[in-house]
């Protein structure tokens, strides 16, 4: 498992002993310039002070190896009369000033002079610069190498000091339950954390809704389960205790209408389930042809429509395209259509249209029937509710659909009165412009 603590350590160290690389080499070098500096001075004044000494017939001092220098002096006609060292890989030929010679031994820096009748050459290894160089590169880091460990120590501790605010976080979350989510406290949680506190309450927010809709929605559902089916119940005692055909008939007549309202309750639960914003498994969107929709749908509801002899048509469908789940649209009408159809009275009539207006594709479903005050037309969104007085047959969830369904399409859903005095379903949908 990755730790945070651990590569922020391993990083910082890692950055650490580089930049004491880079500074050690910058260093060396320095140290190197300041030494070529003093050394290039020492060889010449080294060679200023033979000038005064004597030397006669060619000779070859003893080597010695506790000197860095070899020595070399020539008379005015080339003839050496010195060598410090016996086998020294040097040229025997002087170039007057400092000069960098390469050799089989590595480089030598040399400083050359006349004095006199006399040509004097001081030479000194490159190497000897180069270790002193590195030595006091060396003793320069050698204390921050030294405290290597201990600044490891160091920033392992701030390091989980820095941290202890999302140890707090996570027992935060670690102490939320799902009966009673709550945000997050943000008091002391660093500013590059707070985005994270910010995602995780809004994240709770968004679960507490949706557990709570869950819960009021089983407990809504339950309650209108309960009345159907005690229904039922006395429907099928009453069938039981028939006294002859006729009573049987009519009782099993009461019962099976008894089965078709909770049957079609069943349906609009299921349907509401899946239509929830939130509900796992969310259909894809395509684009879907309003006017083909509603030519397609119409015909089901012309039965029903017939029966109770309701003018239901399609007063303009306008060409209008949107992306959408299909299945989903064709609940929405379906629904739209049925509650109209149920609520105008016999001799109405209900109208479905699709306009474009604003932008967007209106689908309009508007009927001649009684109507809803403004004032109840928010709460007829809701799950269950029912107008009080209400006598037609309904499970209270027709409306509650639509509204899942138009904001799982980020559709505009509006109430209001018809020409003919009934209610007006508008659904704006956004129109696909592109493929």
Do not use: C
Not at 118 to 140: D, K, Y
Not at 163 to 169: A, D, K, M, N, S
């Amino acid at each position: 498992m990755n730790s945070i603590r651990r590569t922020l350590l391993v990083s910082l160290l890692s950055a650490i002993v580089v930049v004491l690389g880079i500074g050690g080499y910058a260093t060396y070098r320095t140290a190197h310039d300041e030494i070529d500096t003093v050394m290039d001075y020492n060889l010449r004044q080294f060679a200023l002070s033979l000038r005064d000494q004597r030397f006669g017939q060619p000779a070859v001092s003893a080597p010695d190896a506790a000197l860095d220098f070899v020595i070399q002096i020539w008379d005015g006609h080339g003839l050496r009369l010195y060598l410090s060292h016996p086998h020294s890989v040097l040229p025997d030929l002087a170039r007057f000033g400092y000069t960098t010679i390469d050799t089989s031994d590595g480089q030598w820096r040399a400083f050359a002079m006349s004095l006199g009748d006399r040509v004097i050459q001081i030479a000194q290894p490159m190497r000897v610069r180069s270790r002193l160089a590195a030595n006091a590169a060396l003793r320069t880091l050698t204390p921050l190498l030294v405290a290597l460990p201990l600044l490891g120590l160091l920033i392992w501790y701030l390091v989980g000091r820095g941290l202890r605010p999302l140890e707090q976080l996570a027992r935060g979350v670690r102490a939320q339950r799902p009966e009673a989510l709550g945000p997050l406290d943000a008091a002391g949680v660093p500013a590059e954390a707070r985005p994270l506190v910010d995602a995780l309450n809004g994240l709770l927010g968004r679960l507490e809704a949706t557990l709570a809709s869950q819960r009021a929605f089983v407990a809504d559902a339950a309650h209108e389960l309960r009345t159907p089916l005690t229904a039922l119940q006395l429907q099928l005692q009453l069938t039981e205790r028939a006294r002859d055909a006729a009573e049987r008939e009519q009782a099993l007549a009461d019962l099976r209408a008894g089965l078709m309202r909770s049957i079609h309750l069943v349906n609009q639960l299921l349907t509401l389930a899946r239509a929830e914003p939130d509900a796992d498994g969310a259909s894809r969107h395509e684009p879907v042809d309003l006017a083909a929709l509603v030519r397609s749908e119409l015909p089901a509801h012309a039965p029903l429509a017939e029966a109770r002899h309701i003018d239901l048509g399609a007063a303009e469908l306008a060409e209008a395209t949107v992306a959408a789940d299909a299945a989903a649209l064709r609940t929405l009408l379906a629904n739209l259509v049925d509650n109209a159809i149920r609520y105008t009275p016999d001799g109405g009539r209900v109208d479905v249209a699709v306009a474009h207006e604003g932008g967007r594709a209106w689908l309009t479903v508007a009927d001649s029937g009684p109507g809803i005050p403004p004032g109840e037309r928010e709460r007829v969104l809701d799950r269950f509710y029912r107008r009080a007085g209400t006598d037609t047959p309904g499970s209270g969830l027709g409306l509650a659909i639509v509204k899942r369904i138009a904001e799982r399409h980020d559709a505009v859903l509006t109430l209001d009165a018809s020409e003919a005095g009934g209610l007006r379903v508008r659904v704006g949908f956004r129109i696909q412009t592109g493929p």
